[in-house]
């Protein structure tokens, strides 16, 4: 596949058009446009090669797709790698869009779990109830 060599280009002519100051807004407009462009061709071609490799079943919840509702069925990545596209489908798996959104909000909820474990946390320091029963105390005797 030739697209993902040409992805690279592109968004390397994004970032130089950006860098100008005076850059014509349609010539990024063009550049942002071929981007989505070239991903979209490479989206189509392993979404139609999954869609003919696999039924049309979520892999999570189960749920049959057919016709127009086929387009709520979506291409996951399992490796999170969107460039990574074997012809035998091993990196995919067919969701529909509501567990497809679940599966990369459970990566990033893990993701922000995991991202402070490795280092120590301090002990909170700040005790609210300090001095609490000096107060009870001092309030009793008034």
Not at 107 to 123: I, N, V
Request: charged share 30%; with cysteine; aromatic share 4%.
């Amino acid at each position: 596949m030739s697209g993902p060599a040409i992805v690279p280009q592109t968004i390397s002519s994004a970032v130089n058009v950006a860098k100008q100051p005076n850059s014509n807004p349609s010539r990024l407009d063009r550049v942002v446009a071929e981007a989505r462009r070239q991903s979209n061709e490479r989206e189509a071609t392993y979404r139609e090669r999954a869609l003919k490799l696999f039924p049309w079943i979520c892999g999570r919840c189960g749920r049959e797709f057919s016709g127009a509702r086929l387009r709520e069925l979506t291409v996951h990545h399992k490796d999170h790698n969107h460039d990574n596209n074997p012809l035998d489908g091993s990196n995919w798996e067919l969701l529909c869009i509501y567990c497809h959104e679940n599966e990369h909000a459970r990566l990033l909820d893990e993701a922000a779990r995991t991202r402070g474990s490795g280092e120590q946390r301090s002990a909170a320091t700040h005790n609210p109830f300090a001095d609490l029963q000096a107060k009870l105390d001092a309030k009793k005797t008034k």
